[in-house]
């Protein structure tokens, strides 16, 4: 049974189509990659998976249940979604904000528990923020402000996370780091699905990747199947000179991350 199913799940603004019919499924222990030129429907899919946004038609499915059938406060335990742009208009500090990851673990007006700060505590150090963890969060620049609300997403522990383009802002060492803290968070039996546009980043970390195009599956599977010539130059209007070796290139990182 897989943890998050979709099936025909279309959606429509102002009589125009931006998802026809996607369908989409997502496994324990698996990292999903949405991938696809700007516009094709990633965000929007991704918005319908947490709830976020209605789709039109089709059926969502959590595990055996129907999506609309369970509480929402039971969703919000077992799914994070990370945005592309989330604001903060209160000067919290780095560690406050990531202390509202554990909310949807907590009583009305309850305290944070031991158990709540030791896992506080373990993001805090994965994301690199140990030196900041007291500073305002409006006082941090864009590639740390998203690594501070991705640690709040990974606090709450969710059983499947929705992350849209959460290395965007990122330097080349830290997008690293955030894939091996996505990946690590897939070992321990939960799931991703993660929309990205470094092709080589979701080749090297990605089980599956789900390619749209207009609104609709141009290609779903493995990597190596998915990016292929035919499908590139269809979905992102490119001319590949060399095919190939422009597929080898994509599915092989020839940097990795020095030791902190």
């Not at 319908?48 to 369970?70: H, K, M, P, W, Y």
Request: net charge negative; proline share 6%; charged share 25%.
């Amino acid at each position: 049974m897989s943890l998050l199913r979709g099936t025909t799940l279309s959606l429509a603004f102002d009589d125009q189509p931006i998802l026809e019919a996607v369908d989409i499924e997502l496994d324990k222990g698996e990292m999903l990659g949405l991938i696809g030129p700007n516009g094709a429907g990633k965000s929007s899919l991704l918005r319908c998976l947490a709830g976020s946004a209605r789709t039109d038609s089709g059926v969502l499915q959590l595990g055996e249940q129907r999506f609309e059938n369970i509480p929402r406060n039971e969703r919000a335990r077992r799914i994070a979604y990370l945005p592309q742009q989330t604001e903060v208009h209160w000067p919290l500090s780095v560690e406050r904000i990531i202390e509202l990851g554990r909310i949807p673990h907590l009583e009305p007006w309850g305290k944070l528990s031991e158990r709540d700060q030791q896992v506080i505590e373990s993001v805090i150090a994965d994301a690199d923020l140990l030196p900041f963890r007291h500073r305002p969060f409006n006082t941090l620049s864009g590639g740390e402000r998203a690594r501070v609300l991705l640690a709040r997403a990974l606090a709450a522990e969710p059983e499947i996370l929705l992350a849209d383009e959460p290395v965007a802002a990122l330097d080349p060492a830290h997008q690293l780091d955030v894939m091996a803290m996505l990946a690590e968070h897939c070992s321990q039996g939960n799931a991703v699905i993660v929309v990205l546009h470094d092709l080589r980043l979701a080749a090297h970390f990605c089980q599956r990747l789900q390619l749209l195009h207009q609104g609709r599956t141009l290609a779903v599977g493995k990597p190596g199947e998915v990016l292929t010539p035919d499908n590139l130059e269809n979905a992102y209007q490119i001319h590949l000179s060399d095919r190939q070796d422009a597929i080898d290139t994509l599915l092989n990182i020839t940097w990795k991350r020095i030791p902190r």
